[in-house]
């Protein structure tokens, strides 16, 4: 059900590694199917810099306004421009054309989920 070559955190993002120190960061499709219908995203701007945990933007749905927190530590490469016209992506495939940010790792992400971690973790969550 959740890729298997993402890492998850426990607020529902995840992290991509890129293999060259680089990691895309989106939401979970459990996340964007909890918030609805997704009608604004707002991303940082290229450059800037956080920390693993820290808020890097906000995802607006239909229901409720949500924070999105950077999974580790790294500096801004990208942000996915096309959300700004097309926010309704990261309902249709928040795993692929819904990704948010594009990072340079800048810390270890060693604190997140594998992906049957995440799976336990959502279960529980739904029951």
Not at 75 to 100: C, F, I, R, S, T
């Amino acid at each position: 059900m959740f890729p298997a070559d993402l890492k998850y955190t426990k607020d529902h993002e995840w992290l991509k590694p890129e293999g060259d120190g680089t990691a895309l960061v989106g939401i979970t499709h459990y996340a964007q199917d909890a918030l609805g219908d997704v009608v604004f995203v707002d991303l940082p701007e290229v450059g800037a810099s956080f920390g693993g945990g820290e808020e890097f933007g906000t995802v607006e749905s239909v229901k409720t306004v949500s924070e999105l927190n950077m999974p580790a530590a790294g500096d801004v490469l990208e942000v996915n421009a096309a959300l700004a016209d097309h926010p309704e992506a990261v309902n249709e495939d928040p795993y692929g054309k819904g990704w948010m940010v594009k990072i340079k790792l800048t810390g270890a992400f060693s604190g997140l989920l594998d992906a049957q971690a995440y799976e336990a973790l959502v279960s529980a969550e739904s029951h």
